[in-house]
């Protein structure tokens, strides 16, 4: 058990910082929360903790831009409490709750209802989407000014059945975007054509756990993409693609990228190392949407996050029970839980040189804050910003165990897995939150809303 | 009065042959509605008929693949009596009639019982598309079979209120389309959409006529076309676009052309003579969807049908009672007659040299022929081909008159245009169903059927 | 010996005509050398000589638009007689002759002193392409009216050493060829790349034919094209790209055509039937520029010559002495004859299925006349146009052979080849100069110039 | 005069840091020549001296990425001090020397004796470019060992004569540059064209000096460019495109960037504030390569720059004499001296609200540091980085008079100008070079090799 937690002033010495712009060794000064000094052999007279990080790296605390705590409503499947804590061990210091809990964040008094009561549970600072579709878009502005960051708008089906808007509802929606510059994340697999594909590959009548990917083929992903494409291009939105699984949504955002709409693509760790081979050895526990498809699609999506075509990792976080994931293809439930385990797994890749270790912080930290409008308060090492750390030792490991995990239930199909790289702290606002395996005992989390509209 | 139209065989003699490929000066025989013989000097012994066509243009009978004759259901519009006899007039000798008639062509039997109480009444020969909605895409196969020589798809508001496709209609019907080869026309301007601004701009109060351009943007027309290509280039559907009225909708063909779409455009006569300007004069009747934009929407949909990028020319043909055209611009009907000067207006800016005249068979007779399977039946003057003509004095003028045009309600902007150029002869399989002026007195148009499946 | 070929009137009777746009059952009547009429069951009396075609496909004669006949200058290689023979054995009745034979056709003066003696050699009609280098592109108009049909450039080495044109010669040719509407035939082979990779290559001390790809990569084509592309899209130049041979040369042309440029690629038959495989059967033998790359560039070729990518194929007829094609890959010289070849070639792959047989008469005789100014008087079965025809049984067979090829040296890859379909008959302007293996005993073939400026 | 300008410590204060990523308030201390420490409050004990910054702009020091400062060879137009003091003036701590000096930096001994002499007479550090050409290809690497830091390639006519390369120079060189990671900067104009449209114009007797604009029209830019564009792209060359002046070159670049090649665009002040009216002004004053086109180029070009299409600026900073510059058009040298005003202008027309404050140091400071290999150690305000800096009045107001102007010659089409903001501080590695004024007395410059290859 950890006491006293929060320090006046905290300084941490002779890490690497890693950055998005370079690698450099400093130390960094946090005085009630903000990041006040950076330099060559500060001085630690005054300061209540020196943290000693030679031969570590210090990142910038990660941004889970995408998750699905769950809460309220869906507890029975996993809590903010379990989820947060979750998100420390694994490097996390602010999640972004997307909004689809029972009721859906639709209005501005459900974003304060849902905000509100999860500030004493939050190990991690959090901010909230609210949701838009054919009933609310009229509330756009007002759900902004109750506090939420940005939107989120699903064109396909989704835990909590809100319906995919209509083309004005989506023109409308982009507008709003384009006056307001707040971003809208997009689940882009087109509602009709999924329910379309499902419904030829079921009458089938296979079963394997692998048909999931025939029912939700790349065209309705691209198509969704397309479709938002042509209207940000008209009405200056910024758009997120969330969960980007397949080449042709790749290829349909750097086409529409290159025509000047401003769209960014996100993709989630389990594109990237699991395969199809996978759901012979997990079947349903791995069913997410998009589906993951392996193969060239997965070879693809590593090189985009190298080069830049991607823009932001997010977990997609989103836990189910155990009697959920265990069924069939057809009737188990969508998503992985995957908070923890962002980091770490993204850790791994650029220690085994996939990609550079200086993409990590600017897909994981700078850009979901700019995306996010939390910028410039959270994302990077600098001063001014808050101070939400990592530190990391590289040579360490980190084995994924059910006892690591801090889900309400251990369905990761990466138990097992051993990591290069392992955690030693996490710091959020100056304060040691999480210290070699021991997390504090406090939910310090804050809500976050936008830094300015 | 013409009596025994029905010439067992019939020579053109002398006449300037117009086709998308050359110019010559060649005989055409006609023997049992087929042409038989083409050459210089044919020998006219034996002929029952000939024609001295020196000084004259000889142009394959127009194909008018965009009529709405309003017949059944429509009758107090217009109907297919005074429809194909304007079409004769204007040198058309089949037309495509569309399927939004009440009932809708929406199955095997609705087909049938719309084409065969035509056959008594059909001056021109004619064929007919289905409607393609949601409810009866599993028909596509048995509607070709029953007749249809393609379909419509209505993706925005029409006569007759069809509603739009889901996505996943679209996706089933261009994937038949690929499969069987079969062409699908759309009226592209998105529902959704066109909702939405029309709403909009009618909540601004205004009535002048011209606003009815704000309340359907290119927008409208571009996202339409964007999502057809889409679902096109997965499914390698055949796709005709038509009346395209913008450069929106323009480029957006274009592009997915490049892409190796097989996407088709077509244009109406009414988007390349009139203009914004002209809505102070004639008002609502010249409401028409997509509007009218005039400027230099005008000036590139000239261009494209000079170099290849729009491929056919429809009238739109649409007529509606004086009462429904009168009213305000909100509460008008869309839609203008057209078939009667279809060609007449064509002629007139091939003989001022907007265009070569070689284009006009091109886009009114051998491309409508071959992307509605007509081909090698209609389309071309060509040994073994129906022996449809149409004899133009290019030296003579058409003045555009009540008394002239056939219509039910001479409901036309464009009466007292002159134009250059007079329709002197229209012969169908070999008949003269139209001679200076005076109309053949019995209608012998069959209903066409495809070619092959 | 044939006597008195010259018939005053000629019926091909019942033959299936082969036409770009349909097949149908028709006969034809050829008076003095033009066809005057077309027909079903067309009088035989007072014809002068009919033939009966049943059962036998007619196509337009071949026009093959890239030969290089050797004279004069180069008759030791090979020479006018023996070309002419060799193309009317291949259904060949007229001949596009480049350029670059001794001294190179550059001013009228050559070009007439070049045309002239043929004359009493040709047994098919010829036409003439003038060459353009930095020295003589004020001659443009001048070449063309002493009756050059267009020009040829070469980018790169070719036999005959003709230096490759400055940037600015490029734009200057291609401004007037902007002005005129002259096609230019472009060898796009960078001359500057091939020499460097060439020198790379034989640094390396290898001496496998094979070799000769690398020497020549599709970098050499591609920024060839990507060149003449971006000044002809300035100058609106109308460009042919001859002998296409690589994917990268076909994308090239494809990004060029989408943006409006008036470019067409040819390839030739050997690019589309022999493999890299080849060369270690025939060494030097195929030695040819640009190389026979094979694979995957073989399979897109064919591709694009089915699907319209590809507008036009040439044999590339390039005759070499049997010592010149016996040394090693380095010092052996390039080109193939294969003028007598082309046609069967591509009728046996049709026959195959390879491509639609309607796309023969388009590649081999439509595109080539209009593309070189022989439209329409050249190119196709039809009123007015020369009366020369090939008749082919589809169900008999080419063998080639030594004693079967009239070339002076037998230097063929093809020899042994069994081709489906054979040639009957080859008619030039209505002169049946080959009949069942027998060739006309005179050279009857007329020198053509451009029908108009 | 300034004496003792070299603090061991200097700290400023309060000033409001304007960075590519985001504006702050905070304090910089240079320990040494290089930032030890940044942070709100920083304690000032011990400290040799503090520049209060209160209400002033700190801007990372410019580097001028593009200047030709005439030594050796070519002093009689100007020289090394006075370009380097008129530098610091105008907050340039860095200047990139192009290599067209006399004689040209063509081998590593020549880098070296040009770069030894510099040393004493350098107000700021500066880098060298070596040029490549024909000859000397070989020597690449050797070049970059003896401290070139790139390179420039000269593709059109310029200063000192160098010939544009052959295609596989180009290749070669840009081969070289895919497998360093060595940028080279071309002159993309191409030298044959140039020639081909000067004669031309020329020719026609005007002696306007705007015609210097016809005698360069843009397809000089954009052909010459594609060039290079279609060989980076196979050799993975890193490019900078310099000067860029019309719109036919930004969609060069454009396009080629959206194929993934990894070119860059820079543009200079002239193009962004002159017009072709001036030309009535200035007459061969503004005679540069490439023209200042004005009118849609101007404004294209700023767009540009605010949207990151064009990524950096530099001054083309090339003097001449008087006598040079006041002969008509076609006789007058090409140049303009730009050093001075390049940030002048740039903060004139940031604080004017053309694009936002913070492109100032990503166009002029961190992307010329980043593609110059001087990153990280040039360009950013931040830890370890040299402490090049510049405090800037944005109340104050810089106006161009001769007395101001450190040239040689003072001809300058900007004399008279009145510019918002005033710099009020250069400093150099910690060295206060500039105050209010005035000068240091010490040339105090070095020269910049590459950090690492
Ligand atoms: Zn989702
Ligand atoms: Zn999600
Ligand atoms: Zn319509
Ligand atoms: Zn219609
Ligand atoms: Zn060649
Ligand atoms: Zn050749
Ligand atoms: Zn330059
Ligand atoms: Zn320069």
């Given at each position: 058990m950890i006491h006293n937690v929060i320090a006046m002033s905290l300084l941490i010495r002779n890490g690497l910082l890693i950055t998005p712009r370079r690698v450099l060794r400093a130390d960094v000064k946090i005085v009630n929360g903000v990041i006040t000094e950076m330099g060559v052999?500060?001085?630690?007279?005054?300061?209540d903790e020196v943290i000693d990080a030679s031969g570590m790296l210090v990142l910038p605390g990660?941004?889970?831009?995408?998750?699905?705590?769950?809460e309220p409503g869906l507890e029975?499947?996993?809590?903010f409490t379990h989820g947060t804590r979750a998100a420390l061990k694994g490097g996390v210091t602010t999640v972004i709750e997307h909004p689809n809990t029972l009721p859906p964040v639709e209005d501005p008094g459900k974003l304060a209802s849902k905000a509100r009561p999860l500030e004493s549970k939050a190990y991690v600072d959090y901010a909230l989407l609210g949701v838009l579709h054919d009933g609310n878009i009229h509330l756009f502005e007002d759900i902004v000014a109750a506090g939420a960051v940005g939107f989120k708008i699903f064109m396909g089906p989704t835990t909590g059945n809100i319906p995919p808007p209509s083309d004005s509802s989506l023109y409308e929606a982009l507008s709003k975007s384009g006056r307001t510059g707040v971003t809208i994340a997009f689940h882009a697999e087109d509602h009709s054509l999924v329910t379309y594909f499902t419904e030829k590959v079921k009458a089938g009548g296979g079963m394997d756990p692998w048909l999931h990917i025939e029912a939700r083929p790349p065209i309705t992903e691209e198509y969704s993409i397309v479709k938002i494409a042509t209207i940000a291009k008209q009405t200056h939105g910024r758009v997120l693609i969330v969960h980007i699984s397949s080449i042709e949504a790749l290829e349909a955002v750097r086409k529409a990228r290159s025509e000047g709409v401003e769209i960014y693509g996100e993709t989630c760790p389990h594109y990237l190392v699991l395969d199809k081979v996978d759901y012979q050895k997990h079947g349903s526990l791995?069913?997410?949407?998009?589906?993951?498809?392996?193969g060239i699609h997965r070879e693809r999506l590593l090189e985009a996050v190298g080069n830049g075509l991607i823009d932001t990792l997010g977990s997609d976080h989103a836990p189910h029970t155990p009697e959920e994931k265990k069924r069939d293809i057809w009737s188990a439930a969508s998503g992985i839980p995957g908070v923890q385990t962002l980091l770490p797994i993204m850790l791994d890749l650029a220690l085994r040189n996939?990609?550079?270790?200086?993409?990590v912080p600017a897909l994981l930290s700078e850009n979901p804050a700019k995306l996010w409008g939390l910028w410039p308060r959270k994302g990077s090492i600098d001063i001014g910003f808050d101070g939400d750390l990592v530190v990391v030792d590289p040579g360490g490991e980190t084995v994924v165990t059910e006892e690591w995990l801090e889900y309400k239930y251990k369905l990761s199909p990466y138990i097992g897995w051993r990591l290069k790289g392992r955690i030693r702290y996490a710091i959020l606002r100056g304060m040691v939150i999480y210290r070699d395996g021991v997390i504090t005992d406090k939910p310090v989390g804050k809500w976050i809303r936008p830094v300015k509209l």
């Open positions: 052999g500060l001085s630690t007279s005054g300061v990660v941004i889970d831009e995408h998750v699905h705590m769950r029975y499947k996993d809590d791995i069913k997410v949407n998009p589906p993951i498809r392996g996939v990609f550079p270790l200086t993409r």
